[in-house]
C-alpha cells in the first residue's frame, strides 16, 4: 500500500487527511511531538479502517524528524506522500499584508517543474483561513474534512503547483 506521512499530525487537518488518504487504501504514518495524542489519532482513523502509526518528533530538531521519517519508512516500506503543516502559532497579518508575493510562488513553482521531471509532485497549499468546524462568527474558516479534500485533490490532479484556499 501506499503511504502518506503527516508531519505536524493533529485533531483537524490530520485526522482528516488521514481518513481521506485511508478511504484511498494509503497507510499513514502520523508525526507530532506529542505520543499520547498520536495514540489517540491512531485510534481513531483505525475505527474508520485506517492503518495509521504514530512517531513522536520535534519538528524544530532535524535529527528527531530524520528518525521519526525513518521510522515511518521502516514500518510502512516507503513514504509516497509528504504533507507537511506542523502548527507553529498563531500569527497575525493584516490582510492588506497577504499578498500572493509572500507566500514564495516562484519557488513553489520551481520545485514543482524540477521534481516533475523526476516522477515527484510538489504542491503547497495556502491557507489563508481558520481551520475548523466551529470558528469564530466573522472568522474565515475552512473545515478540515473540505481542506483534506483539496489535498487530495491537489494530490491526484497534479496540475499546479499552489492552492490557495479560500478560493
Known amino acids: 500500500m501506499p503511504t502518506i506521512a ?5 485533531p483537524g487537518l490530520g485526522s482528516s487527511l488521514g481518513k481521506i488518504f485511508g478511504r484511498h487504501s494509503y497507510d499513514v504514518a502520523l508525526v507530532s511531538r506529542s505520543k499520547d495524542n498520536l495514540a489517540t489519532l491512531a ?3 483505525a475505527e474508520h479502517g485506517v492503518i495509521a502509526e504514530g512517531f513522536a518528533a520535534d519538528v524544530a530538531d532535524p535529527a528527531s524528524l530524520t528518525a521519526a521519517l525513518e521510522a515511518a519508512t521502516a514500518r510502512f516500506g516507503r513514504i509516497d506522500v509528504l504533507e507537511f503543516s506542523p502548527y507553529v502559532g498563531l500569527v497575525q497579518v493584516f490582510p492588506a499584508e497577504v499578498i500572493v508575493d509572500n507566500l514564495a510562488p516562484a519557488i513553489q513553482e520551481i520545485l514543482h517543474n524540477t521534481l516533475a521531471d523526476q516522477g515527484i509532485y510538489a504542491g503547497v497549499v495556502a491557507v489563508n483561513a481558520m481551520i475548523s468546524d466551529n470558528a469564530p462568527d466573522g472568522y474565515p474558516a475552512i473545515a478540515p474534512d473540505s481542506l483534506a479534500q483539496h489535498y487530495w485533490d491537489l494530490h491526484t490532479q497534479r496540475g499546479q503547483a499552489e492552492l490557495v484556499l479560500p478560493a
Do not use: Q
Open 6 to 10: 503527516i508531519v505536524g499530525a493533529g
Open 43 to 45: 485510534a481513531g482513523l
